[in-house]
């Protein structure tokens, strides 16, 4: 398998996996730990802190949060160099702080740890470097220049010289020891999880790359995400089940029959995976592979494949990956599930940009969930009625959060919206207003180099059963 196809094994992709809801949370623990710390050391022990600056260090990092929470959607999963800074504005705020509490005399310093080990999991050698090296400089400094803490008799809060010594070197020691033990162990977690994943990648291309025997090449299509699901929820399951033997056997059971089915249908669909006329489509011919499973279900689909204005009028011809097809798949099936009576999937594309739009004439995105679509886990209990008319939905976000991760590996971006407010009055059936999910690729990320499109693909080679 191609791993520069898939984008798979990009270590400097490693900090797209944190979500800005997960630092948001944290921060707010931290936010709460300070106050908590401060009121504490002044009502209770009666030592003299700088209130005023002390409380304005806090609420800088309350300001920040709330920034950040109605700047950005709840979904919005952060570049390396955004958790860098996140992560490097929590060092200085925490570091000004231990500064106006008494420096290293401050336990509480220890606390720079944190930060330092996020990083370490999250992020590329270069940032971790980058932030620990500022940990390190900061805790220097604290160790000569700090405001003392004093008693409400005047008498100063110290340690001894070789204390405070010792207290600098395990601060140091601890920063450069977890940031590389972290960062050891999380790469290799990391190995292993694209290691499953690449195998599931090339199981779905393999399959895909076969027009014989159709019983088995529809079994790859439509099993592909069940099983997916399968092993998605099991994992959880295991997690929630450590203290229960018997039904995290159980657990585990349904986890290794989901691995059993795919070896299965892998083993099933290694003929023709050689063919290379297989490996490259028009747009068109991808969008109608796509949405075919849910050509039959009653919704008209409507397809609108032109160039934008001033483009070339020659359709692109781009890889057939399988997470391009899973993925719209599932939109098309998210659509199509909700839709009254019509579906529309539009292909424009310029001289840098295909777009792929999937509009429907539903009723649209519950403006609740709009800023976390794409987050498994998210769906609720629906009505009754909804439920009658759709008994095959499950509502739990799975299916948009697959979508949305394997198009994002493709260099995908998407952009979840509404034709129109979902509370207003319904128009007339067949008119589109429902959900709209854009769909925008870089033409580079998709089109074979050097012309290989259009170049001749040699002989057939004959392919042995």
């Keep these: 398998m191609d791993t520069q196809d898939t984008g798979l094994f990009n270590r400097n992709a490693r900090a797209d996996w944190v979500s800005l809801k997960t630092l948001i949370v944290l921060r707010w623990i931290a936010i709460a730990g300070q106050i908590t710390a401060i009121t504490v050391a002044q009502s209770l022990f009666g030592l003299q802190i700088e209130l005023g600056l002390a409380y304005a260090v806090v609420g800088a990092s309350v ?6 929470m109605f700047v950005y959607p709840e979904n919005k999963r952060l570049s390396e160099q955004e958790v860098a800074l996140m992560v490097l504005f929590d060092i200085a705020q925490l570091s000004f702080l231990v500064f106006l509490t008494g ?46 803490l004093t008693t409400e008799d005047g008498l100063v809060v110290q340690m001894p010289e070789i204390f405070v010594f010792g207290f600098w070197a395990a601060i140091v020691i601890g920063v450069v020891f977890i940031a590389g033990y972290a960062y050891r162990v999380s790469t290799e977690m990391l190995s292993m999880s694209e290691a499953l994943l690449a195998t599931q990648m090339a199981l779905a291309r393999e399959q895909k790359l076969t027009d014989l025997g159709g019983v088995v090449a529809a079994a790859a299509h ?10 998605l929820v099991s994992a959880e399951l295991m997690d929630e089940l450590e203290d229960r033997p018997e039904q995290l056997q159980d657990a585990q059971l349904i986890r290794d029959q989901a691995d059993r089915c795919r070896e299965i249908l892998r083993s099933m669909g290694r003929a023709g995976k050689e063919d290379r006329h297989l490996r490259l489509s028009p747009i068109e011919a991808i969008l109608h592979e796509a949405a075919e499973p849910h050509a039959n279900r009653g919704i008209d689909i409507t397809y609108d494949i032109s160039p934008s204005e001033g483009a070339d009028q020659r359709q692109p011809v781009i890889r057939r990956q399988a997470e391009i097809i899973h993925g719209l798949r599932n939109l098309v099936q998210n659509a199509v599930d909700f839709a009254h009576e019509a579906v529309w999937i539009d292909a424009h594309w310029s001289d840098d940009r295909i777009l792929v739009r999937i509009t429907d004439d539903g009723p649209g995105f519950p403006q609740q969930v709009m800023g976390r679509i794409g987050i498994p886990f998210v769906g609720r209990r629906r009505e009754r009625s909804h439920r009658d008319a759709r008994p095959e939905y499950e509502g739990m976000g799975l299916g948009l959060f697959i979508a949305k991760t394997l198009l994002e590996r493709t260099s995908a971006e998407l952009v979840f919206s509404n034709g129109t407010d979902p509370h207003q009055k319904p128009t007339l059936p067949g008119e589109p207003r429902g959900a709209i999910i854009e769909v925008t690729w870089p033409r580079a990320a998709l089109e074979p180099e050097n012309g290989s499109a259009t170049a001749a693909l040699g002989d057939n080679t004959r392919i042995e059963i």
């Excluded at 300001?63 to 950040?68: D, T």
């Excluded at 439509?222 to 092993?231: F, S, V, Y």
Aim: positive net charge; aromatic residues 4%; without cysteine.
């Design 63 to 68: 300001i920040a949060n709330l920034i950040a």
């Design 103 to 148: 420096g290293l005399n401050n336990p509480f310093a220890l606390l720079v740890l944190a930060p330092v080990t996020i990083s370490a999991t999250v992020l590329g050698l270069r940032s971790i470097v980058l932030l620990s090296g500022a940990a390190l400089v900061l805790t220097s400094v604290l160790a000569v220049y700090y405001i003392p």
């Design 222 to 231: 439509e099993l592909g995400t069940p099983l997916a699901t399968i092993k």
